[in-house]
């Protein structure tokens, strides 16, 4: 859902983009560059005026006026001053990164805590979910602009716009100033471009001075995808493309991430695409009698492309190695009952010594609820040849007993196999057939419920009719409630998990419960009936425990843990060669109940009831109690658990922490005793990829997330709102906007901040060097940390005597000519400090420095490996070890909120003795003492 | 009205390939007056044509239309009062555009465009009337892109753009040059009618002599930047080969032009 919508909205906020360009790439047929800056801009006006306390719909529309003068600024250039249009887009872009910079006054605002638009939108939420929500509102608004778009083109001024583009001497003839025209168009479309920047920014939840990179080549694929599919015939064609390519190519992105294309190709496969449609359309404009053809390649085109990411996986799996067992698992959706059911079979088969990616190979797929998709899933896993398919929900477990003869089949999380077709009874079935079942336990709710309400209660019942396990389990309690004439039954059926809010409040003035039975649709939806039945104060009796925190007030059945422990002791038989296993019933039966919810309800909760709970929610905490059904033991029973180790991009310092956050999690094999599962996932320094990347984790409910720097903590941050989640590699949290202090952090987060010491440094730096008088110090101005350290450089400086000559710059091409000015001005002492940009030519200023016999200190221990004198700074591994212990705590149940954001800098002094030797510096010996390696 | 007077121009001054493209050009067009222009090639027929539209302006001298100096107004200020046919079919549309859209640029020609839409349904019926005149069966179809018409049709579209508005003046640049000779002979009367009907002040440029003495009131012959012989109407209608070629004769002493010229001359046009 997140990941889908996530996508959608994405794609919606890009048409503003998507049309800026096509208006100059496409109407102007100029590929103007400036839209990376403006876009950059947009984004940066729109957050800083918030942050001054404007309106947000107003700041994103100023922020959309500072876009349109620069697009102004570049339009001028180009008419005036004759100057290219590529160049001078260039050249706008170029001068935008310092203005930027200037406008945001550092690299990075967050909005988290700020009212934004999107803030705004969340709060009037009527309990949908929030992409969805946002996608709701999005969709019509945008929807309509591109309907005033299209309409735009279509007048006086449009058809002038238009023709400008297309025969600019004919429009000069027929009185049109081309220049102003051009000047008018290029401004729109930053405009529009700068506005989706503005949105963006406040969609993600910061701005940041990345923003823009590459979105031109990203606008144009969206461009591209829309004219494949529409030709540009007509204008309402044309713009509906536009809005359509935008959706679409998100979509592909997002598709794309979720097949499992790695992320760092991502940006090849889409300018590897773009090339080629281009390439094609021009090949079609000198040929236009083709005309069906016209439309077929482009699709032919698109349809390969996706087809590539499809195969990509499969080329991949041929080359890696072979396996003992492959299971397949086929889910219907990736609702909780299934995935809890998968998660606990793969957990419990990994105790059986299975082991996925070692001596097994398992498989997972989900059909997305899509009948046909699943069908395809099942040919495409065929051709894997599995030893064994598992099937999760009754649409899996028939269309595979359907498609699949010859290979063993074990059910599981199915209501009633018999009703399938799957054989008589529980050991009257084809022999390959087994697996485990179990439908609603409706008498001994409808006991629970007679215990608790009195008198004639009416239970509410909201099912999807579509879903053989839930019309099932629908007849196990009609068939119970006609035996029990103090129970009256109020239906309303559903057919996909949007109508259950309507169906909710519909029901909520009839009944006096809710009595939910499973349902995969249904359950989706959950939080809206939680919601509706709060509002009207209706209890809620629910099949699910996994919805007991979730505003359940009873929660009776079975759990889906059991279903998959048992699937995979069957599984296991199966491989063994065991054939025509009977049927399983679930073994275990749960109860929880919420005493929170029972108080607001005002409703008492007799002794004989809470005394059989397995689960009581009780002031927001959950309470485990042993069960007496149980068979087995309790730490069986929690599923495996699944941790996202978040990295915004690649370089010695977050790869160092990784290591040591890895290392930590599997020491004394921590990971598999306690069954987690370490997932990492990379950013590449893509903003949008990473915000794509987030969406995917709290997607999959990944039950603990950990972050390694700074902007991963805010892209994560912005996101996630219950899972655990713990950060490190930061400098300072606050600052970057995601906690109020180190005492004051949201429940689910903390972590440690590692700031550069700085001070320590110079007033090492002083003992070294008494008679020194000069620190050269390059830093890049678009990294917040960099000016964090800067500052800190300054006030240092000054108390122990220095002079500070600083040098900043944009990139790392400017690096080395900023070096060598500080040589040229005689500075005495090199220094440079957590700069993300410097740290890659670290190395070479080392070497210059040994050249000139400067001193070069840094604040990062591994340096001393590139050569550098001397190094005073955290231990990066430390630093993740630490992190990855306070993860542990989480694992082993402690609650973020009750562990403290703390400073940890694990201080490492080293010294490059033969440099020293070398330059004829005699290090005192205390200082020697202090130093870790020499 | 127009009148130019003393006009010069030269392109790339002050560089070797400096070159005198109109020299001391002087030339009074009365209103309805139509003239057609001769030369041979290079003799900035082209260049003058391009003078009075503004998208070039003069080194020296002065232009003026109905009693006011235009000299320094550039191309789109001028659009309302000049309009004008490209030699080039494809120089005068907007080929992703429809035929509808197209004219009903040609009919804010030098008007102000506002966010509106002007192309209306009465718009579109007068339009409709219009493209009649062509007599191409184009009037049911002015939603085609106009790409997809052909250089003949799109140069008859050209012309009834040009002329949709009355503009105070009209140029036409060889503008049946590059069609068959059918086609041409067609957009050729309809140049005649549309001419007649609105008393059109035209300036044309032709390479048929037969054209230039046909049509028009005056015939003005240029050489080499230079205006060097005026044919009004009464001598036009006379006018025969022989006495072309004694006008030649005489324009040898005149204007001191070598045999060669003149030969080149009569090569040209007879
Ligand atoms: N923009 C320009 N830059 C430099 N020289 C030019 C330019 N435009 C025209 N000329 C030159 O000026 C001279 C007059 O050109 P013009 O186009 O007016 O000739 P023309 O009489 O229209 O010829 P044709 O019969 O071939 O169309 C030619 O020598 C031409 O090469
Ligand atoms: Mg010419």
Redo the contacts with the bound molecule.
């Keep these: 859902m997140d990941l889908l919508f996530g996508a959608m909205n994405l794609g919606l906020i890009c048409t503003f983009l998507v049309v800026g360009i096509c208006l100059t790439y496409r109407i102007y047929d100029f590929a103007d560059i400036t839209v990376e800056g403006s876009f950059t801009l947009g984004g940066a006006v729109t957050a800083v005026l918030i942050l001054d306390g404007i309106h947000p719909v107003l700041a994103t529309f100023f922020g959309a006026l500072a876009g349109a003068v620069s697009g102004m600024l570049t339009g001028l250039i180009h008419t005036q001053f004759k100057i290219n249009g590529l160049l001078a887009g260039i050249i706008v872009m170029t001068g935008l990164y310092s203005i930027n910079l200037h406008v945001m006054a550092k690299s990075n605002i967050p909005l988290m805590s700020l009212t934004t638009v999107v803030s705004i939108l969340n709060d009037m939420n009527p309990g949908i979910h929030s992409e969805v929500w946002m996608f709701m509102i999005f969709l019509p608004l945008i929807a309509l602009f591109m309907f005033f778009f299209a309409l735009f083109l279509k007048t006086d001024i449009g058809l002038t716009i238009r023709a400008t583009g297309n025969n600019q001497v004919m429009v000069a003839a027929n009185g049109v100033n081309v220049n102003a025209m051009k000047v008018l168009g290029i401004s729109v479309s930053n405009g529009l471009v700068a506005f989706s920047g503005g949105l963006l920014a406040q969609y993600q939840g910061f701005a940041d001075i990345g923003m823009g990179v590459g979105v031109f080549v990203f606008g144009l694929a969206s461009v591209i995808i829309g004219e494949a599919i529409f030709r540009r015939s007509q204008i309402w064609k044309m713009v509906l493309g536009l809005f359509m390519g935008s959706l679409i190519f998100r979509l592909m992105v997002a598709l794309a991430l979720y097949i499992g294309l790695n992320p760092i190709d991502l940006k090849l496969v889409t300018a590897a695409f773009v090339l080629a449609t281009i390439i094609f359309s021009q090949k079609m404009r000198t040929r236009p009698k083709l005309t069906s053809k016209k439309i077929l390649i482009p699709a032919v085109i698109i349809f390969l492309g996706i087809l590539g990411i499809f195969v990509a996986p499969f080329i991949k799996s041929y080359f890696v190695q072979k396996h003992n067992y492959t299971i397949a698992v086929v889910l219907f959706n990736e609702s909780d009952i299934l995935v809890i059911t998968k998660d606990s079979m793969i957990k419990r088969l990994n105790e059986l010594g299975y082991h996925d990616k070692e001596n097994t190979k398992v498989i997972v797929k989900t059909a997305n609820s899509d009948m046909g998709m699943l069908n395809t899933i099942i040919d495409e896993l065929k051709v894997s040849k599995p030893d064994v398919f598992v099937t999760i929900s009754s649409q899996a477990t028939q269309a595979v007993y359907n498609k699949v003869k010859d290979i063993p089949v074990v059910f599981a999380t199915v209501a009633n196999p018999f009703i399938l077709g799957i054989g008589k009874s529980d050991t009257e079935h084809p022999s390959h057939v087994t697996g485990v079942y179990g439908s609603f336990p409706a008498d001994g709710m409808l006991d629970i419920v007679e215990k608790i309400l009195e008198g004639t209660v009416r239970i509410g019942e909201i099912w999807n009719p579509g879903l053989a396990n839930t019309v099932f389990s629908i007849n196990v309690l009609k068939n119970e409630l006609n035996k029990r004439p103090n129970f009256m039954f109020e239906g309303v059926t559903v057919s996909s998990s949007n109508e259950v809010l309507q169906a909710a409040t519909l029901l909520a003035s009839k009944i006096d419960a809710f009595v939910l039975v499973p349902d995969v649709i249904v359950f989706e939806a959950f939080s809206s009936i939680a919601s509706t039945a709060k509002k009207r104060k209706i209890p809620i009796f629910s099949s699910d425990i996994e919805k007991l925190k979730e505003g359940s007030f009873i929660v009776y059945g079975y759990t889906y843990k059991q279903s998959g422990i048992q699937a995979a002791e069957l599984v296991h038989r199966v491989l063994n060669g065991e054939r025509g296993i009977p049927f399983e019933r679930y073994k275990k039966l749960i109860l929880g109940i919420n005493l929170d919810v029972a108080k607001e309800l005002g409703i008492n909760i007799p002794e004989s009831v809470l005394k059989k709970a397995n689960q009581i929610v009780e002031n927001g905490a959950l309470k485990e109690y042993d069960m007496e059904q149980s068979s087995l033991p309790l730490t069986q029973m929690t599923k495996m658990r699944r941790v996202a180790l978040f990295m915004f991009t690649n370089n010695s310092i977050l790869d160092t922490t990784a290591k040591g956050i890895m290392d930590e999690l599997q020491r004394d094999s921590f990971d598999k005793r306690t069954g987690i599962e370490i997932t990492e996932l990379n950013a590449q320094g893509d903003n949008t990829l990473a915000n794509t990347l987030v969406k995917k984790i709290i997607d999959s409910q990944y039950d603990f997330i950990i972050t390694v720097s700074t902007l991963a903590l805010q892209a994560v941050a912005h996101n996630n709102r219950s899972i655990p989640h713990v950060f490190c590699t930061v400098t300072d949290p606050v600052e970057a906007g995601v906690v109020k202090s180190f005492q004051d952090h949201p429940h689910y987060l903390t972590g440690i901040a590692t700031p550069q010491p700085v001070e320590s440094t110079i007033k090492i730096m002083r003992s070294i060097f008494p008679s020194a008088k000069r620190i050269g110090i390059v830093w890049d101005t678009s990294q917040v940390n960099s000016e964090y350290c800067t500052k800190k450089a300054r006030k240092a400086s000054i108390s122990y005597g220095f002079e500070l000559i600083e040098k900043t710059v944009s990139n790392v091409n400017e690096v080395d000519t900023a070096v060598k000015s500080l040589i040229s001005e005689k500075i005495d002492i090199m220094f440079t400090s957590g700069d993300i940009t410097v740290i890659s030519v670290i190395p070479s200023i080392a070497k210059l420095m040994e050249k000139y016999k400067i001193p070069y200190i840094t604040n990062n221990p591994a340096d001393i490996g590139a050569g550098v004198f001397g190094a005073l700074g955290a231990d990066y591994y430390e630093v993740g070890t630490r992190a990855a212990g306070m993860l542990k705590e989480l694992i082993n149940g402690k609650k973020a909120v009750d562990l403290n954001i703390e400073n940890y800098v694990p201080e490492r002094l080293h010294i490059n003795i033969e440099l020293a030797k070398k330059f004829g510096i005699v290090i005192p010996k205390s200082i020697l003492d202090q130093a870790s390696t020499k | 009205m127009i009148h130019i007077e003393n006009v010069s121009k030269y ?2 001054k002050g560089t070797s ?1 400096e ?1 005198l ?1 109109l020299d001391n050009i002087n030339l009074e067009i009365a209103d309805g007056e139509f003239v057609t222009i001769i ?10 044509l ?1 003078m009075i539209a503004g998208t ?1 302006y003069p080194d020296e001298g002065r232009i003026v239309l109905n009693n006011t100096d235009i000299t320094k107004y550039p191309d789109y200020k001028r659009a309302s009062y000049v309009s004008r046919v490209f ?1 080039n079919p494809f120089s005068g549309t907007a080929p992703d555009m429809t035929i509808a859209e197209n004219l009903m640029i040609a009919y804010k020609r030098g008007k102000i465009k506002l966010p509106i839409i002007g192309l209306n349904r009465q718009v579109y019926s007068f339009f409709q009337k219009e493209i009649i005149k062509l007599e191409m069966q184009l009037e049911n179809r002015l939603d085609t892109m106009i790409g997809r018409l052909s250089g003949g049709q799109r140069q008859a579209i050209t012309l009834l753009m040009s002329v949709l508005i009355k503009p105070d003046i009209l140029l036409l ?2 503008h049946t040059a590059a069609l068959d000779p059918k086609t041409g002979g067609q957009v050729l009367k309809l140049t005649k009618e549309f001419i007649e009907r609105d008393k059109l002040t035209t300036i044309m ?1 032709t ?1 048929s002599m037969q054209q230039a003495l046909e049509l028009g009131t005056k015939t003005i012959m ?1 050489y080499k ?1 230079r205006i060097i012989d005026v044919l009004h109407e009464h001598e036009k209608q006379t006018l025969t080969t022989d006495d072309l070629l004694d006008k030649f004769a005489d324009l040898r002493k005149k204007e001191k032009l070598t045999d060669e010229i003149l030969d080149e001359l009569r090569k040209e046009y007879l």
């Design positions: 392109f790339d390939n070159l493209a030369g041979t090639n290079g003799s900035g027929k082209t260049t003058l391009n070039i030699q640049d060889e440029i390479h240029m930047g």
